[in-house]
């Protein structure tokens, strides 16, 4: 199987920048709020925190009164926000990455993950994410045939938004040549 990205220029409606904005917060504040957890567990007991641990807390969040507008996005972004955290703190424990970093509001990458759910319509140009009613209209340059993976959506500092859609294919990974010695 191969794994390949196609990216796509979105075109939200202003209702649709709204609820995307509110995907971009609520990724953010998750990341900020468990990268948090995580150092203040390890400082009081060294000992850490599983990012499962954490996740389990997101539905008592999402029914408390000061951070219920959790429950306005779709929870499989807030989860994989949780992941992208794992991801992070084990390459720095493997020693390819920095310590994790609280994530700004001014920072200009804005971003999250629907890794299910996730539909493609190229016949009327739109994009299906979960808590979006309607498609996001899309610019398909091309098209694609394989199973969905994940699908990650972008906002650039000059705000035009992206759609970069991880899909499975069939075939195999092209092998590197191996290099060859002259034998003389």
Not at 154 to 174: C, H, I, M, R, W
């Amino acid at each position: 199987m191969i794994l390949r990205t196609y990216k796509y220029r979105l075109y939200p409606t202003k209702k649709q920048e709204v609820l995307l904005a509110k995907h971009f917060g609520c990724t953010r504040w998750v990341y900020n709020w468990a990268l948090a957890k995580k150092v203040a567990f390890w400082g009081k007991d060294k000992k850490g925190i599983s990012i499962f641990q954490i996740a389990n807390e997101l539905p008592k969040l999402k029914k408390q009164e000061e951070t219920k507008w959790l429950a306005e996005v779709n929870a499989q972004a807030l989860q994989q926000s949780l992941m992208n955290l794992d991801r992070a703190f084990t390459s720095f424990f493997k020693k390819r990455g920095n310590f994790p970093r609280f994530k700004s509001r001014k920072d200009n990458r804005n971003s999250f993950q629907c890794p299910q759910k996730v539909d493609v319509d190229f016949n009327s140009n739109l994009i299906w994410l979960p808590k979006f009613k309607n498609g996001i209209k899309s610019v398909f340059d091309r098209q694609f045939e394989g199973k969905i993976k994940t699908v990650t959506i972008s906002k650039t500092p000059t705000n035009k938004y992206f759609a970069a859609v991880l899909v499975e294919q069939a075939g195999e990974d092209p092998v590197k040549p191996e290099a060859t010695e002259d034998k003389a």
